[in-house]
Nanobody
């Protein structure tokens, strides 16, 4: 059974940084790519990034490219999303989820994802 648990959300000032964690059940990262999404109130869920299970390749949506970095620690079964230069429009609930293939064509589509975490709230405000 694949389980994902996000953590690390909170309140941060504009321009600040946060690191989100996605703890996966044992060996999930060997077989599954992981992606990060966010959903703000009244908006659709937005795909942000994914990291491949095979070679660690990464993809980002334009709105976070250069500010967010996805990484993984296979030994800890954890994927991270380092977020810097945060803006008020980055405020949302952030989710991680599994997908079979991480690519530029797959990361943004929720239909490609199977298992989801419960989400962690990120608030960006002064």
């Amino acid at each position: 059974q694949v389980q994902l648990v996000e953590s690390g959300g909170g309140l941060v000032q504009p321009g600040g940084s946060l690191r989100l964690s996605c703890a996966a059940s044992r060996k999930t990262l060997y077989d599954h790519a992981i992606g990060w999404f966010r959903q703000a109130p009244g908006k659709e869920r937005e795909g942000l990034s994914c990291i491949s299970s095979s070679d660690g390749s990464t993809y980002y949506t334009d709105s976070v490219k250069g500010r967010f970095t996805i990484s993984r620690d296979i030994a800890k079964n954890t994927v991270y999303l380092q977020m810097t230069s945060l803006k008020p429009e980055d405020a949302a609930v952030y989710y991680c989820a599994t997908l079979m293939i991480c690519s530029s064509d797959s990361y943004y589509d929720t239909d490609n994802y199977e298992h989801w975490g419960q989400g962690t709230q990120v608030t960006v405000s002064s």
